[in-house]
């Protein structure tokens, strides 16, 4: 144990739950204390503040896809029509800027 470690943290588990994280720490070539502390690490927490802040954000992407989906069906009635076409260009590039703003994050980043 290094010298900067002296306090133990305790977390009740199943047995199977144990071997799960004992296996996992031995894939990885780390010891269970290890896993634990670089697991927790990378795990983000929320304070209300910040849960309020992403509920209204998903509210708004919402919203925004609500629109974009009667822009589309418009779109896909008259997709013969000049504007049609042009509302289609205009729907991929708001797809992309749409993408850029909120990025698909793994689910291992999720998990914690």
């Given amino acids: 144990m290094s010298a900067g470690r002296a306090v133990w943290v305790k977390v009740r588990a199943s047995e199977a739950e144990r071997a799960e994280w004992h296996a996992k720490a ?59 076409v042009e509302v289609i260009g205009h729907l991929i590039a708001i797809k992309r800027t749409v993408a850029a703003l909120a990025p698909v994050e793994s689910s291992d980043a999720d998990a914690g």
Wanted: glycine share 8%.
């Fill in 26 to 84: 031995r894939a990885a070539g780390l010891t269970l204390s290890d896993l634990v502390r670089r697991s927790v690490g990378r795990t983000r927490t929320w304070t209300v503040a910040h849960a309020e802040v992403e509920r209204e954000r998903t509210r708004q992407i919402a919203r925004i896809g609500n629109n974009l989906n009667q822009i589309a069906r418009w779109a896909n009635t008259h997709r013969g029509s000049i504007e049609g």
